[in-house]
T-cell receptor, first 115, second 111 residues
Framework: GAGVSQSPSNKVTEKGKDVELRCDPI?????LYWYRQSLGQGLEFLIY????????KSGLPSDRFSAERTGGSVSTLTIQRTQQEDSAVYLC?????????????FGEGSRLTVL | GQQLNQSPQSMFIQEGEDVSMNCTSSSIFNTWLWYKQDPGEGPVLLIA???AGELTSNGRLTAQFGITRKDSFLNISASIPSDVGIYFCAGQPTSNYQLIWGAGTKLIIKP
């Protein structure tokens, strides 16, 4: 597809289980972001990948959260030992080189519910 | 950390009315952006502003970068049903700083 693709679109898990969320950015986009959006809230930055540079992990809320980006394309966000407060929509965005650093293209998000 | 104050939180309007919403910051920003999010979708960029005082239009939408660099507003003229959704402002103190987001303005059009 032409847009940012995220999977799964919905994930229900039990507290304590690990989850993996996947993001396929737009082809050729060098920058990739993960955000978290809780109900009725703005977006909370989690992590940023740019090319081969070291990722900006400054937004990850705890060491249970990690992300990787393989081959400069697909990214996986992993949440270990999920807690109920992890329930949120996790949004991925990408951006091509040359655009303003705030001009992002978002996927539809992965809605995570931790029971 | 830095925060953006976005208002109003929600708006109930009649179709055809004009809409205005704004964002303020306690510190100077170099970039202001406005996004719209429809239910079940990710945010979509509407307008990006890069210079203090800049006024930019995108169809019925007009946004301005405040002269103090601490605020921005978004106006929608002659609202139509497809304008419903949540509008977010976002800003950057510098271009290599991650975006800071407002909490959103939910626009609802009364039948």
């Amino acid at each position: 597809g032409a847009g940012v693709s995220q999977s799964p679109s919905n994930k229900v898990t039990e507290k304590g289980k690990d989850v993996e969320l996947r993001c396929d950015p737009i082809s050729g986009h060098t920058a990739l972001y993960w955000y978290r959006q809780s109900l009725g809230q703005g977006l909370e930055f989690l992590i940023y990948f740019q090319g081969n540079s070291a990722p900006d992990k400054s937004g990850l809320p705890s060491d249970r959260f990690s992300a990787e980006r393989t081959g400069g394309s697909v990214s996986t966000l992993t949440i270990q030992r999920t807690q109920q407060e992890d329930s949120a929509v996790y949004l991925c965005a990408s951006r091509p080189r040359g655009l303003g650093s705030g001009e992002l293209f978002f996927g539809e998000g992965s809605r995570l519910t931790v029971l | 950390g830095q925060q953006l104050n976005q208002s109003p939180q929600s708006m109930f309007i009649q179709e055809g009315e004009d809409v205005s919403m704004n964002c303020t910051s306690s510190s100077i920003f170099n970039t202001w952006l406005w996004y719209k999010q429809d239910p079940g979708e990710g945010p979509v960029l509407l307008i990006a502003l890069y210079k203090a005082g800049e006024l930019t239009s995108n169809g019925r939408l007009t946004a301005q970068f405040g002269i103090t660099r601490k605020d921005s507003f978004l106006n929608i003229s002659a609202s139509i049903p497809s304008d419903v959704g949540i509008y977010f402002c976002a800003g950057q103190p510098t271009s290599n700083y991650q975006l800071i987001w407002g909490a959103g303005t939910k626009l609802i059009i009364k039948p």
